[in-house]
Structures are given as structure tokens and as C-alpha cells.
């Protein structure tokens, strides 16, 4: 998929629900004659056929998704949902340069910057640092 920087990220599949969706998609909706590499391509009839899907396209879908399930909100975006997966993965013990690189940043600064600790999190940093002065 590319970003929104139009840098090309890799996104894993582990979830089996999430496989199981994308399968379906790439086995029933996904047009067969398709040579390019990306999954998520435009459909219909138009010049623009069978390219890969943009990001402000992927947003709009996602927008639309969420409406319909009746969960649309200014925070509900692709992006959101990105800052979200990296402060998870850095709050379950993420090493910095390695969530530097799945995030696809060229500097430690941007994934700082992507990365918010939870209030849960620094009280359980702060008392685990009062037990351990004891």
C-alpha cells in the first residue's frame, strides 16, 4: 500500500479475520486480468482502471465504511487507526528502531511523534518505580 507520503509500506496480515476479508476480495471482487502488484485497485471502467487505489481514496472508503456500521467520528480515520496501532505496539514492549521501521520513518523523531503513552501506562511505570525505591 502506499501512504499518504506516496512511500510504499508492506502491511501485514496476522489477524485471521483480516486475512480471511482480503482473501475474499482478492478472490471475488478483485478483477482477474489485474497484473499490478497491490491488492486494493480501481474498479470500474474508467482510464484509471486497474491502478492501484490512492490514499485519499482508501480514506474515503473508509470513511463510508464507518458510516454505514454507524461508528464515523473525525477520529475514526486510517491515519488515527495507525497512531493507534503504533502507541499499542510501543506500550507491549516495541523497540523503538524496530517500530521506526515497520512504521517506515527516517528518523526516531517521527516515531515519537506517533507514539502517545497512556495514562494506564505511566501509572504503571510510576509504581513500578516506587516498589523498586523501596
Not at 464515523?72 to 523503538?96: D, F, K, S
Not at 528518523?107 to 503513552?117: A, D, G, N
Amino acid at each position: 500500500m502506499r501512504g499518504k507520503s506516496r512511500t510504499e509500506r508492506i502491511v501485514d496480515l496476522r489477524e485471521p479475520r483480516t486475512l480471511d476479508a482480503v482473501s475474499r476480495y482478492a478472490m471475488h471482487e478483485r478483477p482477474l486480468e489485474a497484473a499490478s502488484p497491490f491488492i486494493f485497485l480501481i474498479g470500474g471502467k474508467g482510464a484509471r482502471r486497474l491502478e492501484p487505489l490512492g490514499y485519499d481514496a482508501v480514506v474515503r472508503l473508509f470513511a463510508r465504511r464507518m458510516a454505514k456500521l454507524g461508528l464515523r467520528t473525525p477520529e475514526t480515520t486510517p491515519h488515527a487507526l495507525r497512531h493507534t496501532h503504533a502507541t499499542a505496539m510501543w506500550e507491549g514492549g516495541m523497540r523503538e528502531l524496530s517500530l521506526q521501521k515497520r512504521l517506515g520513518h527516517a528518523s526516531p523523531e517521527s516515531t515519537k511523534i506517533y507514539t502517545r503513552v497512556s495514562d494506564e501506562a505511566v501509572l504503571a511505570d510510576y509504581t513500578r518505580a516506587l516498589e523498586s525505591n523501596r
